[in-house]
């Protein structure tokens, strides 16, 4: 296996297959099984985003190393409606759907670095790491 | 992939594999809620130990479907969670709100039984 993974985003369908993949990258990697868990359940939620919001895009996963550690990031790209206001997109229980506003706060606790790049109508980027 | 429904006695038991889609949850929902009537079960199982990842839409749907189960009278035991699951909810800030939940298969059968029973004894205490 590559130490990059892509995968492009369009159906319900797509988000199992990039939480699969994800998760087989990071037990590669060592991640303990809990973290193998933990990065697979943060793929699913940035990837249900595109669904939602975009209806398509795509989920990155690759190996990344910070001096003698070595982590993952998950890049979730799309080129959909966008985040008018990612600080609010970050707050606990703000909610644009039918969803219960846990997703964006989740993946910022699930993971050890959160990061939004978004403007109304440009799409939105969401790249995540996770350290081992 | 749809999930297999296993009638027995009184109770409905639905084992999840690793991958699940949301149109496999949304699915289940929907025929768990019409066995329930069809059987006239009093009680359900979701048996969720294979589950990878139990995301806010997985959380949500089990929510849904253990509310709609209760509406049509019969009870809903989630069972199976596993620790690194668990663990992950927590972080996410998701909850089974109100779904009582249990260890194992075993647990949650017996979680049932005594429910049906309470329920049997307040119907003959009147």
């Known amino acids: 296996m590559d130490d990059e993974i892509r995968v492009s985003i369009a159906s319900d369908a797509d988000i199992v297959i ?51 550690i070595r982590g993952i990031r998950v890049t979730a790209r799309d080129q959909g409606p966008g985040i008018a206001d990612i600080q609010l997109a970050l707050q606990d229980g703000y909610t644009t759907g039918n969803g219960l506003g846990m997703g964006l706060p989740g993946c910022k606790r699930l993971m050890d670095e959160l990061e939004i790049k978004s403007a109304k109508g440009k799409g939105t980027t969401v790249t995540m790491k996770k350290w081992a | 992939m749809e999930v297999p429904i ?52 997985a959380a949500r749907t089990l929510r849904a479907l253990a509310h709609m189960v209760r509406l049509r009278g019969a009870e809903t035991v989630i069972v199976g969670i596993q620790p690194e699951v668990a663990f992950a909810m927590v972080q996410l800030g998701l909850s089974l709100e109100g779904v009582p939940t249990a260890l194992d298969l075993e647990e949650g059968l017996a979680q049932l039984m005594k429910a049906a029973e309470r329920k049997g004894a307040t119907f003959r205490g009147r």
């Open chain 1, 18 to 68: 990039a939480r699969q993949q994800g998760r087989a990258l990071a037990e590669k990697l060592g991640f303990s099984a809990t973290d193998q868990t933990i990065i697979a359940t943060a793929i699913s939620e940035v990837a249900r985003n595109i669904i939602k919001f975009a209806k398509h895009g795509e989920i990155i996963v690759e190996v990344i190393a910070k001096s003698s």
């Open chain 2, 6 to 57: 296993l009638k027995q006695g009184d109770f409905l038991i639905a084992t999840f594999q690793a991958a699940l889609t949301d149109e496999d949850l949304l699915q289940l929902q929907d025929a768990l809620v019409a066995r329930v009537g069809r059987f006239r079960s009093r009680g359900v199982i979701v048996d969720v130990t294979a589950l990878d990842v139990m995301d806010s839409f």
